[in-house]
């Protein structure tokens, strides 16, 4: 990894995706765009302020891949999500409208933590996750659901089988949605776990989480990933990525 690049890994506090065309891996730190290929590996900056502005990439989607992709970046310190193509090198960015939530009427700003395609729309949803916790699809106002009385932080999520799963941070629960934008379930992980995201392979999910149950008073060291058989929501594993007590990586069998 180039030297310039390191000092910014240790303050990535943003979205990760991964190019299945390619391979390649893009990773957000404040508002930089970070791109790492597999082989050989190497990283590299692909934009930063001097291009996007002083702002804070949460979330990122990838709209489409290849030698000349383009996303959507949730930034919460800006309130917008951004689009951007490296093909044509267009930016545009969205807004909610505000007379979706009294949230917005009344003076709240939008501030989203993530953003996500619709599968079978192809339209950015974006969380909501710091400001009024909607779920809202960016081109079409008729369609959004979620708010301060459903969810505690809609801090981010995916779609799964037809539905909307949301990770609900602060009371640390994920929730399903199904199309009409009622909750079908509530799945408690543990309200110390502060569960930010959600990603499915298959039937397998992992859930990223803030901290782990423990954090508090010292006893767990390091924040959990878990792997759950989501159907079943059995734990199959429980990874923790870094981990400064130890000093090492961790893996847990569930």
Known sequence: VDEGLKKHLGKNHGGTVVDPTTGNLYTTIGAKLIRFKPSPSSGIIMEDAERFGVGNFHGLALKSGGAEPSFYFADNERHLVRFHSYGDGLTTDHFPVKSIDPYFTKGGSFNPTDVEIH???????????????????????????????????????????????????????????????????RFLISKGNMPCDIDFFGDFALVGCLRGPGTKDGNYPGAPCYVYHWPSKQLVSTLVPKSARMGKDRSEPG
């Open 119 to 185: 599968p079978e729309s192809g339209n950015p949803w974006s969380f909501d996750g710091y400001g009024s916790s909607l779920v809202m699809d960016l081109f079409d106002k008729e369609k959004f659901f979620g708010g301060k009385s459903v969810f505690n932080t809609a801090h981010g999520g995916a779609f799964y089988r037809g539905n909307w799963v949301v990770c609900s941070r602060g009371s640390g629960e994920i929730c399903t949605v199904n199309s009409d934008g009622k909750v079908v379930d």
